[in-house]
Structure formats: structure tokens, C-alpha cells
């Protein structure tokens, strides 16, 4: 794999999405959770604003001392949370 692949795991509470006008073909709970969350990026990338979800504000974790937000983020990884 080329070292400047990136790769995202995402945990998604549907719960916070609104509700879409229809859910296309899904029948079973689990797809219709993932389809409110398809919905919800879809409308954020067709507005263009998709990107500002994914930017995360440099904070202080105070676990580990003398070293920069990004090594913690390396480290640790963060939760992306869309509210």
C-alpha cells in the first residue's frame, strides 16, 4: 500500500441525523442507519461543507507531557464526533 493512503474509522450514532425522505431500498434497521448517515454526507458534500467535519481543533490532552497535539493524534487517534 503506498505509504500516502489515508485511512478513517468512523463510529456513527444514526440517532443524530435527521431523518431522510425516504430510505431507498433498505428494509432492515442496520441499513437504514447507514443510510441516514450516506444521506447526511451526501448533503454536506453537495453544500460543500463536508470538509470542516473532518478538521479537528488542537487541544490539550494533558496525558502525556512535551509533546505536540499530533503525536498525541498519532498515538492515540481521536473521536470524530458531527453534531
Wanted: net charge negative.
Amino acid at each position: 500500500m503506498p505509504e500516502d493512503d489515508k485511512h478513517l474509522i468512523v463510529e456513527s450514532y444514526p440517532a443524530i441525523y435527521p431523518e431522510p425522505l425516504d430510505y431507498g431500498d433498505c428494509t432492515d434497521e442496520h441499513c437504514k442507519d447507514a443510510w441516514k448517515a450516506l444521506q447526511w454526507m451526501l448533503g454536506k458534500a453537495n453544500a460543500g461543507t463536508l470538509g470542516r467535519y473532518f478538521q479537528i481543533d488542537s487541544l490539550p490532552f494533558r496525558r502525556v507531557e512535551n509533546i505536540s497535539f499530533e503525536e498525541q493524534v498519532r498515538f492515540e487517534g481521536w473521536i470524530f464526533g458531527v453534531l
